[in-house]
């Protein structure tokens, strides 16, 4: 499956510990990763990421482009919590592709440990299979 991740800046550290914990899932996966974000996890974890550019420079609209195309199976957004931040029109755009094309979604931690854990489960297979022959 093709994991997009993207982490607000006050995120990475948790974006990072995440990875750590969860790696053994996620090195069996396709990751890409808006611009610091895929260094630092990268750094911290030792896995292979693509990276794309940084989120404020375009980052977040590549994912956007590759969840329409049927090139992203799960995104994971740590977002920031500060006032608007939920409210920035990219974020708002990432969530409307992902309920357009039947893409999970996480946006903190509770909600991607548990995505993971379905993932490594096998109970997200269904996106092999609803993708209307786009790539996967």
């Known amino acids: 499956m093709k994991i997009a991740i993207i982490a607000d800046d006050t995120k990475k550290e948790l974006m990072c510990q995440f990875c750590t914990a969860y790696c053994g899932i996620l090195c069996k996966h396709e990751l890409a990763a808006t611009g610091v974000t895929a260094r630092y996890i990268s750094d911290y974890t030792g896995l292979a990421v693509e990276s794309l550019m940084s989120g404020e420079f375009g980052g977040e609209a590549q994912i956007a482009s590759r969840i329409s195309y049927g090139e992203v199976d799960l995104l994971i957004d740590f977002t920031g919590t500060r006032p608007g931040d939920l409210d920035d029109p990219n974020f708002t755009e990432l969530l409307r ?17 548990a995505l993971v854990i379905a ?14 022959g786009r790539s996967v």
């Open 119 to 132: 993932l490594d489960r096998g109970d997200l297979d269904w996106r092999l299979y609803i993708n209307d």
């Open 97 to 113: 592709l992902c309920s357009l094309y039947n893409v999970p979604v996480a946006i903190n931690i509770g909600t991607a440990e």
